[in-house]
């Protein structure tokens, strides 16, 4: 399998302005302006039903926005949907085969709707999925995690300058994980572009160099994965390690910028506000006060937050909906 | 538009339907081997009362009959052909490719042909050898007969393959599309055919142009030869134009 050459110039793998999708009366989507880099691995998360895989159609063709507009690969849509989604390999959903044949005859038959190329790449694309032992076998004899193989095996077929796809990590074990995670880096170092529609926030942090979050049909939050952990309207926090938490505690909520001090097990865990200055100023701060009042101290730390704690703050939770 | 790619993957996909063919098989050359052998039989057992199994007759009557059952396999093989890639969900997957919904929808039609043409061709063969072989001391069929019986057989297939594609992309189901074209073959057709008051326009009827291209001896409403053929082409155009409006417009 080769890297591909841009098919247009332009340095955004995806991108949408102002996208909507309604189904009669229900919004579906609304205004997603989304900029997925070329070059990529891009991770699209958000709640069940938030939108995700509308998007994904709407970007494949296969339903019409009802508003705005979008490029793929630098080509706008739908007016050059066939040559765009020639360079572009998607797994929607769960992947889809006919159960009465052989992985391999799915490819051939998917490579039948590709140009003639298509057929030459099987044997390669089903060795880097590693599927080439039971490639002969009927697909209603494979487990989840091997169609998910096969579907990205399909993917390949057309050498995609694009891969779009929908929740790839269902079924697959720890190790096929590790695999896959593995493999879209892989692709990514041959200069494609991935996106990853996951509710895995954990592999999204893991394989993904940026990310947009998207909720109630709207995106809520978009950047790299470390913009994504640090923004948002989570509290930064400190954990010091000190004696006497107590007179630490009132000696730091007095310094402008320290919302609260309060006891986290062994630590005690300072809480700034949004006016806080840079982590590095507010530490020599807070340092500066307990060393001069004869507190000692341990070690500072800085709080960081997960993904998956952004991702909780900025969609709507499950018990919200209820 | 005509992909013979796509083409030989929708017929590998019906190839390995090894169910499917099996009973097209029996429905169409199997039936025609087990009345021309019962009738021999019978002919053989009792020459005076039952008359030899083929002859130009026996020849149309064969014909007729059999174009049913070509029909049936041609639902069942189309309707096959138009579904399978809506209800295995793999349709989105290939119209995410970019390729021509058009182009995808009118490969099912060819794949259909490719597995109704030989099996048609086959029980055609057999009609032809058993009217010959069988045909005693009766006149047997001629060049123009064979070629008329055949034509009719290939037109029943081809319409039926057309008409259940078509049908299964605006269904998006096989089941209901064999149902529907089983009924009207079987049960509407022939009761319209019937109702006299609807006069000339029971040439609209396919199974009454499909019997005038047969010369089938006893046809219930006559028509001219071009009647007739206009008359299928105008049912395969309307199933195709509502299959392809259906899989070019239908939201995945």
């Given at each position: 399998m080769t890297s591909t050459a841009p098919i247009g110039e332009d340095h955004l793998a995806i991108h949408t302005q102002g996208l909507g999708k309604r189904f009669g009366p229900r919004v579906a989507l609304e205004s997603i302006d989304l900029e997925v880099p070329r070059g990529t691995a891009f991770g699209f998360i958000g709640p069940n039903g938030a939108g995700k895989t509308t998007l994904i159609r709407l970007l494949l063709g296969l339903a019409e926005p009802t508003s705005g507009s979008m490029r793929l690969l630098g080509r706008d849509q739908p007016k050059h949907r066939a040559d765009t989604l020639a360079r572009v390999g998607a797994i929607i959903e769960e992947p889809r085969f006919?159960?009465?044949?052989?992985?391999?005859?799915?490819?051939v038959v998917h490579a039948a709707a590709r140009e003639p190329a298509a057929r030459e790449r099987i044997p390669a694309s089903l060795e880097r999925v590693g599927l080439t032992a039971r490639a002969d076998d009927k697909v209603k004899t494979y487990s989840l995690g091997m169609r998910q193989r096969l579907g990205i095996a399909r993917?390949?077929?057309?050498?995609p300058e694009?891969?779009?796809?929908?929740?790839?990590?269902?079924?697959?074990?720890?190790?096929?994980?590790?695999?896959?995670?593995?493999?879209?880096?892989?692709?990514?170092?041959?200069g494609r572009?991935?996106?990853?529609?996951?509710?895995?926030?954990?592999?999204?942090?893991?394989?993904?160099?940026?990310?947009?979050?998207?909720?109630?049909?709207?995106?809520?939050?978009?950047?790299?994965?470390?913009?994504?952990?640090?923004?948002g309207s989570m509290a930064r926090a400190i954990d010091i390690d000190c004696d006497r938490h107590v007179r630490a505690a009132s000696l730091l909520t007095a310094i402008r910028g320290v919302g609260s001090a309060t006891d986290n097990a062994d630590l005690l865990r300072v809480t700034l506000t949004p006016e806080a200055p840079v982590d590095r100023e507010i530490v020599t701060e807070l340092l500066r006060s307990l060393l001069n009042?004869?507190?000692?101290v341990g070690r500072v730390v800085p709080v960081t937050h997960s993904l998956e704690e952004r991702f909780l703050t900025m969609t709507t939770r499950l018990e919200d909906r209820s | 538009m005509l992909d013979l790619r796509l083409i030989r993957a929708d017929a590998l996909k019906l190839g390995r339907r090894y169910g499917m063919l099996v009973i097209s098989l029996l429905l169409t050359t199997g039936i025609a081997l087990l009345v021309f052998?019962?009738?021999?039989?019978?002919?053989?057992?009792?020459?005076?009362?039952?008359?030899?199994?083929?002859?130009?007759?026996?020849?149309?009557?064969?014909?007729?009959?059999?174009?049913?059952?070509?029909?049936?396999?041609?639902?069942?093989?189309?309707?096959?052909?138009?579904?399978?890639?809506?209800?295995?969900g793999v349709f989105r997957d290939l119209a995410a490719t970019g390729r021509s919904r058009v182009a995808l929808f009118g490969s099912r039609i060819g794949g259909a042909l490719v597995i109704v043409v030989p099996i048609t061709l086959l029980v055609a063969a057999v009609a032809a050898v058993g009217s010959v072989v069988l045909a005693g001391s009766l006149p047997t069929p001629g060049a123009g007969d064979f070629a008329s019986g055949?034509?009719?057989?290939?037109?029943?297939?081809?319409?039926?393959?057309v008409a259940a594609v078509g049908l299964a992309a605006l269904v998006g189901a096989r089941g209901p599309v064999i149902a529907m074209l089983l009924a009207f073959e079987l049960a509407i057709s022939p009761l319209l055919s019937s109702v006299g008051f609807l006069g000339g326009i029971r040439q609209a009827i396919p199974g009454n142009a499909l019997d005038r291209i047969a010369a089938a001896p006893h046809p219930s409403i006559p028509m001219a030869l071009g009647t007739a053929i206009v008359v299928l082409l105008a049912w395969a155009a309307a199933a195709f134009a509502a299959g392809a409006w259906r899989t070019k417009t239908h939201e995945i």
């Open positions: 006919h159960g009465h044949l052989t992985g391999r005859e799915n490819l993917c390949l077929l057309g050498d694009l891969l779009i796809l929908d929740e790839p990590m269902n079924g697959l074990d720890p190790a096929g994980i590790l695999e896959l995670r593995g493999l879209i880096r892989s692709l990514v170092d041959e572009t991935v996106m990853l529609s996951s509710h895995l926030l954990d592999e999204v942090e893991k394989t993904c160099d940026a990310a947009a979050i998207v909720d109630d049909g709207r995106i809520v939050a978009q950047g790299s994965i470390a913009e994504l952990r640090g923004g009042d004869g507190i000692a | 052998t019962v009738t021999a039989i019978q002919h053989a057992s009792d020459p005076l009362k039952n008359g030899a199994a083929g002859g130009l007759h026996n020849y149309q009557n064969a014909i007729g009959f059999l174009g049913v059952m070509v029909f049936i396999v041609a639902a069942i093989v189309g309707s096959t052909a138009g579904a399978q890639d809506i209800e295995s055949t034509f009719a057989l290939l037109a029943s297939g081809a319409l039926g393959c």
